[in-house]
Protein backbone atom coordinates (compact mmCIF):
# COMPACT_ATOMS: atom_id res chain seq x y z
CA UNK A 1 0.00 0.00 0.00
CA UNK A 2 1.32 3.46 -1.04
CA UNK A 3 0.96 6.23 1.37
CA UNK A 4 -0.50 9.63 0.28
CA UNK A 5 1.32 12.53 0.39
CA UNK A 6 -0.61 13.60 3.70
CA UNK A 7 -0.30 10.61 5.19
CA UNK A 8 3.32 11.02 4.75
CA UNK A 9 3.31 14.88 6.03
CA UNK A 10 1.22 13.88 8.89
CA UNK A 11 3.67 10.95 10.08
CA UNK A 12 6.69 13.31 9.42
CA UNK A 13 5.20 16.18 11.76
CA UNK A 14 4.49 13.55 14.24
CA UNK A 15 7.80 12.75 14.53
CA UNK A 16 9.44 16.35 14.55
CA UNK A 17 6.96 17.03 17.62
CA UNK A 18 7.98 13.96 19.32
CA UNK A 19 11.76 14.73 19.13
CA UNK A 20 11.15 18.38 19.46
CA UNK A 21 9.67 17.05 23.06
CA UNK A 22 12.92 15.95 24.26
CA UNK A 23 15.30 18.38 24.02
CA UNK A 24 16.20 19.88 27.19
CA UNK A 25 17.83 23.06 26.05
CA UNK A 26 15.96 26.17 24.05
CA UNK A 27 18.99 28.16 22.65
CA UNK A 28 18.94 31.87 21.36
CA UNK A 29 18.97 31.80 17.50
CA UNK A 30 22.90 31.69 15.78
CA UNK A 31 22.09 35.25 14.60
CA UNK A 32 21.03 36.68 17.90
CA UNK A 33 24.97 35.59 18.97
CA UNK A 34 26.46 37.20 16.09
CA UNK A 35 24.63 40.55 16.83
CA UNK A 36 26.19 40.19 20.76
CA UNK A 37 29.91 39.40 19.56
CA UNK A 38 29.72 42.82 17.02
CA UNK A 39 27.73 44.87 19.90
CA UNK A 40 30.27 44.07 22.61
CA UNK A 41 33.10 44.47 19.88
CA UNK A 42 32.26 48.10 19.20
CA UNK A 43 31.57 48.57 22.56
CA UNK A 44 34.83 47.96 24.08
CA UNK A 45 37.12 48.12 20.72
CA UNK A 46 35.58 51.68 18.26
CA UNK A 47 38.19 51.87 16.41
CA UNK A 48 36.43 51.16 12.70
CA UNK A 49 34.16 53.69 11.09
CA UNK A 50 31.00 51.61 11.85
CA UNK A 51 31.93 51.67 15.53
CA UNK A 52 32.10 55.31 15.81
CA UNK A 53 31.58 56.23 19.41
CA UNK A 54 31.88 59.23 21.79
CA UNK A 55 32.22 59.62 24.89
CA UNK A 56 28.19 60.95 25.15
CA UNK A 57 27.46 57.52 23.80
CA UNK A 58 29.16 54.84 26.05
CA UNK A 59 26.45 54.89 28.30
CA UNK A 60 24.09 53.71 25.05
CA UNK A 61 25.91 51.59 23.92
CA UNK A 62 26.34 49.41 27.49
CA UNK A 63 22.45 49.88 27.58
CA UNK A 64 22.43 47.86 24.06
CA UNK A 65 25.05 45.43 25.62
CA UNK A 66 22.65 44.67 28.27
CA UNK A 67 19.59 44.46 26.06
CA UNK A 68 21.46 41.93 23.83
CA UNK A 69 23.08 39.27 26.53
CA UNK A 70 19.57 39.81 28.45
CA UNK A 71 17.60 38.44 25.15
CA UNK A 72 20.86 35.50 24.89
CA UNK A 73 20.25 34.58 28.38
CA UNK A 74 16.17 34.25 28.13
CA UNK A 75 15.43 31.06 26.59
CA UNK A 76 17.86 29.48 29.30
CA UNK A 77 16.61 30.77 31.93
CA UNK A 78 15.71 27.55 33.39
CA UNK A 79 18.81 25.98 33.33
CA UNK A 80 20.83 28.72 35.02
CA UNK A 81 22.08 28.56 38.79
CA UNK A 82 21.11 31.92 39.69
CA UNK A 83 18.57 34.93 38.50
CA UNK A 84 19.35 36.13 34.99
CA UNK A 85 19.22 39.89 36.33
CA UNK A 86 22.01 38.36 38.91
CA UNK A 87 23.97 36.86 36.31
CA UNK A 88 23.88 39.61 34.13
CA UNK A 89 25.30 42.29 37.33
CA UNK A 90 28.14 39.40 37.38
CA UNK A 91 29.04 39.58 34.19
CA UNK A 92 29.14 43.06 33.80
CA UNK A 93 31.04 43.88 36.94
CA UNK A 94 33.63 41.67 35.56
CA UNK A 95 33.51 42.58 32.25
CA UNK A 96 36.55 45.26 33.10
CA UNK A 97 38.94 42.76 34.10
CA UNK A 98 38.08 41.40 30.43
CA UNK A 99 38.25 44.50 28.86
CA UNK A 100 41.94 44.86 30.44
CA UNK A 101 43.22 41.77 29.60
CA UNK A 102 42.28 41.86 25.99
CA UNK A 103 44.24 45.04 25.73
CA UNK A 104 47.61 43.15 26.52
CA UNK A 105 46.44 40.42 24.48
CA UNK A 106 46.38 43.18 21.71
CA UNK A 107 49.74 44.62 22.77
CA UNK A 108 51.61 41.24 22.41
CA UNK A 109 50.57 40.85 19.20
CA UNK A 110 51.42 44.28 18.22
CA UNK A 111 55.04 44.29 20.02
CA UNK A 112 55.67 40.17 18.49
CA UNK A 113 54.41 40.84 14.82
CA UNK A 114 56.97 42.91 12.72
CA UNK A 115 53.83 43.02 10.54
CA UNK A 116 51.87 45.05 12.42
CA UNK A 117 51.69 48.87 12.30
CA UNK A 118 50.15 49.11 16.01
CA UNK A 119 47.50 48.41 18.19
CA UNK A 120 44.23 49.51 16.33
CA UNK A 121 45.22 47.26 13.26
CA UNK A 122 45.08 44.25 15.54
CA UNK A 123 41.92 45.31 17.07
CA UNK A 124 39.83 45.76 14.20
CA UNK A 125 42.24 42.87 11.44
CA UNK A 126 43.83 40.38 13.25
CA UNK A 127 41.64 37.16 13.30
CA UNK A 128 43.65 35.73 16.57
CA UNK A 129 42.64 38.96 18.38
CA UNK A 130 38.87 38.24 17.65
CA UNK A 131 38.66 35.00 18.31
CA UNK A 132 40.52 35.46 21.64
CA UNK A 133 38.24 38.59 22.74
CA UNK A 134 35.14 35.78 21.87
CA UNK A 135 37.08 33.15 24.35
CA UNK A 136 37.41 35.49 27.55
CA UNK A 137 33.97 36.59 27.01
CA UNK A 138 32.79 33.18 26.76
CA UNK A 139 34.82 31.91 29.72
CA UNK A 140 33.47 34.55 31.81
CA UNK A 141 30.09 32.94 31.17
CA UNK A 142 31.42 29.55 31.91
CA UNK A 143 32.54 30.63 35.20
CA UNK A 144 28.44 31.90 35.64
CA UNK A 145 27.77 28.56 34.58
CA UNK A 146 25.44 29.25 31.44
CA UNK A 147 25.21 26.05 29.66
CA UNK A 148 25.70 26.67 25.76
CA UNK A 149 25.27 29.96 25.58
CA UNK A 150 29.50 29.78 25.68
CA UNK A 151 29.96 27.48 23.06
CA UNK A 152 28.18 29.06 20.62
CA UNK A 153 30.11 32.38 21.41
CA UNK A 154 33.52 30.90 20.41
CA UNK A 155 31.49 28.84 17.52
CA UNK A 156 31.10 31.81 15.72
CA UNK A 157 34.34 32.88 16.17
CA UNK A 158 35.79 29.57 14.75
CA UNK A 159 33.46 30.33 11.63
CA UNK A 160 34.77 33.47 11.06
CA UNK A 161 38.45 32.84 12.49
CA UNK A 162 39.46 29.14 11.53
CA UNK A 163 40.19 29.47 15.27
CA UNK A 164 38.80 26.99 17.57
CA UNK A 165 38.96 27.79 21.28
CA UNK A 166 36.94 25.67 23.63
CA UNK A 167 35.23 28.63 26.15
CA UNK A 168 36.51 26.32 28.73
CA UNK A 169 40.10 26.00 28.34
CA UNK A 170 41.97 28.49 30.66
CA UNK A 171 44.62 31.08 28.99
CA UNK A 172 46.83 33.25 31.20
CA UNK A 173 47.59 36.83 30.16
CA UNK A 174 49.28 38.50 26.94
CA UNK A 175 48.31 35.80 24.67
CA UNK A 176 49.89 35.81 20.98
CA UNK A 177 47.89 33.57 18.31
CA UNK A 178 49.41 34.73 14.56
CA UNK A 179 47.68 33.93 11.78
CA UNK A 180 45.91 31.62 13.21
CA UNK A 181 43.53 29.68 10.74
CA UNK A 182 43.73 25.39 12.19
CA UNK A 183 44.48 26.61 15.48
CA UNK A 184 43.03 23.93 18.01
CA UNK A 185 42.59 24.54 21.81
CA UNK A 186 40.73 21.85 23.62
CA UNK A 187 38.29 21.92 26.66
CA UNK A 188 40.87 21.61 29.20
CA UNK A 189 43.69 22.81 27.94
CA UNK A 190 45.79 25.44 30.47
CA UNK A 191 47.63 27.97 29.09
CA UNK A 192 50.11 30.30 31.20
CA UNK A 193 51.34 33.93 30.37
CA UNK A 194 52.64 35.40 27.32
CA UNK A 195 52.37 32.06 25.48
CA UNK A 196 52.86 32.44 21.36
CA UNK A 197 51.02 29.94 18.95
CA UNK A 198 51.18 30.03 15.17
CA UNK A 199 49.04 28.37 12.43
CA UNK A 200 47.35 24.79 12.50
CA UNK A 201 48.62 24.18 16.41
CA UNK A 202 46.77 21.29 17.95
CA UNK A 203 46.30 21.62 21.62
CA UNK A 204 44.02 18.11 22.12
CA UNK A 205 43.25 15.10 23.56
CA UNK A 206 45.03 11.51 23.15
CA UNK A 207 41.79 9.84 23.47
CA UNK A 208 38.11 10.92 22.80
CA UNK A 209 36.37 8.48 24.53
CA UNK A 210 32.89 9.85 26.08
CA UNK A 211 33.73 8.05 29.39
CA UNK A 212 37.12 10.91 29.64
CA UNK A 213 34.72 13.88 29.57
CA UNK A 214 35.23 15.20 32.97
CA UNK A 215 38.79 14.22 32.99
CA UNK A 216 41.90 16.44 32.26
CA UNK A 217 42.61 15.65 28.67
CA UNK A 218 44.08 18.09 27.52
CA UNK A 219 48.15 19.52 27.62
CA UNK A 220 49.08 22.06 29.98
CA UNK A 221 51.18 25.20 28.30
CA UNK A 222 53.54 27.03 30.87
CA UNK A 223 54.46 30.72 30.67
CA UNK A 224 56.59 31.79 27.71
CA UNK A 225 56.22 28.87 25.52
CA UNK A 226 56.47 29.75 21.49
CA UNK A 227 54.52 27.11 19.61
CA UNK A 228 55.18 26.89 15.89
CA UNK A 229 52.86 26.27 12.79
CA UNK A 230 51.53 22.89 12.58
CA UNK A 231 52.43 21.37 16.26
CA UNK A 232 50.78 18.76 17.45
CA UNK A 233 50.89 18.40 21.38
CA UNK A 234 48.21 15.89 22.70
CA UNK A 235 47.39 14.22 26.29
CA UNK A 236 46.10 15.66 29.41
CA UNK A 237 49.56 14.97 31.44
CA UNK A 238 51.41 16.59 28.91
CA UNK A 239 53.13 19.64 30.33
CA UNK A 240 55.50 21.80 28.18
CA UNK A 241 57.54 23.68 30.46
CA UNK A 242 58.25 27.37 30.63
CA UNK A 243 60.31 29.69 28.34
CA UNK A 244 60.10 25.85 25.50
CA UNK A 245 60.42 26.61 22.32
CA UNK A 246 58.29 24.06 20.13
CA UNK A 247 59.13 24.12 16.42
CA UNK A 248 57.01 23.70 13.07
CA UNK A 249 55.89 20.12 12.65
CA UNK A 250 56.15 18.58 16.11
CA UNK A 251 54.39 15.99 17.78
CA UNK A 252 54.28 14.84 21.27
CA UNK A 253 52.67 13.20 23.72
CA UNK A 254 55.50 13.71 26.67
CA UNK A 255 56.10 16.51 28.84
CA UNK A 256 59.03 18.61 28.36
CA UNK A 257 61.05 20.32 30.89
CA UNK A 258 61.49 23.98 30.75
CA UNK A 259 64.01 25.85 28.34
CA UNK A 260 63.18 23.16 25.84
CA UNK A 261 63.89 23.42 22.47
CA UNK A 262 61.98 21.00 20.25
CA UNK A 263 61.93 20.41 16.87
CA UNK A 264 60.84 18.16 14.03
CA UNK A 265 63.24 16.33 11.92
CA UNK A 266 62.68 15.42 8.28
CA UNK A 267 64.80 14.95 5.52
CA UNK A 268 65.40 17.21 2.52
CA UNK A 269 66.60 16.05 -1.05
CA UNK A 270 67.37 18.09 -3.86
CA UNK A 271 67.92 16.57 -7.21
CA UNK A 272 69.06 18.48 -10.30
CA UNK A 273 67.66 17.59 -13.51
CA UNK A 274 69.73 16.28 -16.10
CA UNK A 275 68.85 18.15 -19.51
Same mark, same amino acid.
Request: aromatic share 4%; hydrophobic share 35%; net charge neutral.
Given at each position: ???????? +???? !?? &????? $?????? &?? %? %? &????GKFVEEMMCFLFPVTQDCERTSLDLPEAYRRLQNR? +?? !??? %??? $???DADKDAIMDRFLAKLPEIYENLLLDAQAIADNDPA +?????EVISVYPGFYAIAVYRVAHLLVDLNVPLLPRMLTEHAHGLTGIDIHPKANIGQSFFIDHGTGVVIGETTDIGNNVKVYQGVTLGALSVSKSMAETKRHPTIEDNVVIYANATILGGKTVIGNDSIIGGNAWLTTSVPAFSQVYHQSELKIRQSIL
Open positions: MTLTEQEI +SVSF !LT &RLTEQ $NAKYRH &RL %P %P &RSSVL +SC !LLD %PLS $NHL +SVGIE
